[in-house]
C-alpha cells in the first residue's frame, strides 16, 4: 500500500484570512511567527510552521492553496508537501477538504490541520495518529476541557467526508458521530492567526 496507505496529514491554507487584512494585501499565512522564547529557530511564515509540525511526524502531508497563492504554494513544496491548488476554496473549507481527500482517497486516514495554527505541537499530532492507529474513528484533541485542532478521522468516515459543502468543515460530522477526545498539554490547540496581534500573543487562549 506504500507510504500513502498510513495516516496522511491534510493542510488547509486556502482561506482569505480577510480578518488579519481586509484589503488583501497582506497574506496572514505568510507572515513570520516570532520564535517562541528560549527557542533558538529563527522565525518562519505562519504556514510554514504548521506544516512543519505536520511533517515533522506523518511522512505524507497535502496541502490545500486557493488560486493564485503561488508564494504560499512555493513555501509549502519546499518544506516537503504535496501541494493541491482548490479552485472552489471561496466556496468554503469543505471544497478545500474535498480537494485534499482526492488527492489521499488511499490513506487510511487524516490528520486534518489549519494553515493559520503554527503553535500545535508536534506531540498532538502523534497523538491524533496513535488513537487512529488504535482504531478511533475520529480523534479531536482536548486542552483543560476545550477541544481544538487538528482532528484525526479514520477512513471509515471518506464518504460523510467527501459529502461536505459550505464552509463548516467537518464541525457536522464531529456532532453526529462519537468522537475519541484526547487529552493534551498543548494551548496550540485552540491558538490560531487571525489578526495581527494574534501573530505575537503566545499566551493561554
Avoid at 11 to 18: E, K, M
Wanted: aromatic share 4%.
Amino acid at each position: 500500500m506504500g507510504a500513502s496507505g498510513g495516516i496522511v496529514g491534510i493542510l488547509l491554507a486556502a482561506g482569505r484570512g480577510s480578518r488579519f487584512d481586509p484589503s488583501g494585501a497582506q497574506n496572514k499565512l505568510l507572515q513570520a511567527l516570532p520564535a517562541a522564547p528560549g527557542q533558538a529557530m529563527p522565525s518562519r511564515p505562519v504556514v510554514a510552521a504548521s506544516a512543519a509540525n505536520l511533517l515533522s511526524v506523518l511522512p505524507r502531508v497535502v496541502a490545500v492553496v486557493r488560486p493564485g497563492a503561488e508564494a504560499v504554494a512555493t513555501e509549502l513544496k519546499q518544506l516537503g508537501c504535496e501541494v493541491v491548488t482548490c479552485d472552489l476554496a471561496d466556496t468554503g473549507m469543505a471544497a478545500s477538504l474535498v480537494c485534499a481527500l482526492g488527492q489521499a482517497a488511499d490513506a487510511q486516514g487524516w490528520i486534518v490541520a489549519l494553515g493559520d495554527m503554527p503553535r500545535v505541537s508536534p506531540e498532538t499530532i502523534h497523538s491524533l495518529q496513535y488513537a487512529l492507529e488504535q482504531g478511533a474513528g475520529i480523534a479531536a484533541p482536548m486542552y483543560r476541557g476545550k477541544r481544538g485542532n487538528p482532528v484525526g478521522f479514520s477512513r471509515q468516515y471518506l464518504p460523510q467526508l467527501l459529502a461536505l459543502q459550505g464552509d463548516q468543515g467537518a464541525r457536522g460530522i464531529l456532532k453526529q458521530y462519537p468522537v475519541q477526545e484526547v487529552d493534551v498539554d498543548d494551548a496550540g490547540i485552540l491558538q490560531d492567526i487571525d489578526t495581527p496581534a494574534d501573530l505575537h500573543d503566545q499566551g493561554q487562549p
